[in-house]
DNA sequence: GTGGTCTAGACCACA
DNA sequence: GTGGTCTAGACCACG
């Protein structure tokens, strides 16, 4: 029983790298207010206790606020906003190289082959 | 209702993507027998007709062909594995740009954070 | 409604604290196991979900390993205990001010009452 | 079965200990009127025969004194409030010093904190 | 209303 | 066996 198919990784995690790309995008601004536990439980289709675990999670890397009686605020940190950025970006690098070693790509077919792709970019990707 | 943590990418397009991974590292080899249709499910804990769909797909992309009474196989014909190659290459490449692009990064920050990468990875890659 | 009587806090918290505690006193060894959480949970009285929390919060110190299908055991890494114990001599010394303070006791008085107590304990402590 | 949770001393001494600090701390004054049985066994939640006993202990250490068909009143003998006083600073002082113990802490080193700790709060206290 | 804790019980992955 | 995740539903404390 192998099961690939349901991402292995925990909801609960998925759901704090979703909120963390929303504020790096800037779709969520330090101080706003992420939606109350309960109602975020509703939106994505999960229970309340795997929110509120989703937000103790950013909470421990400091990216959020909890304030009871209150809601879940964006830091105001920008230094940490900026340090998860770092991080984040660094993860997808990375993942993109593993991705094209799979595939059997070398170094410099790689880096080749994200040049072409920037330098032709006008309209035409997926 | 949103439902957002089971990918939304059909399964029978997760597996054919999988088994297109496989031809390009190597692990199947042109005109290797690909499992039976009933194996692979078994495996991967699908429903039959699911597979089915996946050679179907898979066929259709002339990557596989399948021979009644014995099988499926992978093409021999490597003019369309390097079409193949070609173009998973393209969307890895695309899809990576894109989440940079959403995070916010410059097509500039993208080039020069992977030869960062490519440059110092010594066995630090996650 | 006070309800002043159930200590306020949480189950989880309090039991990371003994269990830090017992390292501490050198009852349990750097590279020794933990109960396995439904052990502990028996042991104990409270839902293993309890416990598991419990663990995942010293594993957040570092002061603990979870491996999966094996169990969890004392960090090796000597300057983490050394740290926790710094902080608990800390919140020990704090706490225990904090209350001479309520009872009115000046700095002065805390000092000399500590001293007539350490000199004069022969067997006749509580 | 263990149940360590809920602090295993028993309810109403806990509330005469809770009482005895008042009184120390001063927001309860010699001659003061306590809250009838009915009222604080209402306010703090417990059964009133708790309280009764509670203020019985205390009568018993003549920290209170009951007036029948009057209430029960904060003693206005100042020594026996001293020798309470003294008594609780004895208990918190040896209660420390066992925790500090228990933590593998010398005495020299009790000392030692204790000083550090009282010469460098400037409001860096928990 | 908000976040936080806890239980009960199920199911998963690793070994 | 081990730890880990998730759901359902209850109850708490803060405001």
Do not use: C
């Not at 400091?62 to 998860?84: A, C, D, W």
């Not at 970006?89 to 994200?114: C, N, P, R, W």
């Amino acid at each position: 029983m192998t099961d690939i198919f349901q991402s292995t990784q925990p909801i609960y995690s998925q759901l704090a790298d979703r909120i963390n790309r929303k504020i790096l995008r800037g779709e969520l601004k330090p101080g706003d207010k992420l939606p109350s536990v309960r109602d975020l439980a509703l939106q994505v289709n999960v229970n309340p206790n795997t929110v509120q675990r989703t937000y103790r999670e950013l909470e421990g890397m400091e990216i959020v606020e909890s304030k009871r009686g209150q809601g879940t605020f964006v830091t105001e940190n920008q230094e940490i906003l900026n340090t998860m950025r770092e991080r984040l970006k660094q993860d997808e690098i990375s993942q993109f190289v593993k991705g094209m070693h799979e595939m059997g790509y070398t170094d410099e077919e790689i880096e080749a082959g994200l040049q072409h792709f920037l330098h032709n970019q006008k309209g035409d990707q997926a």
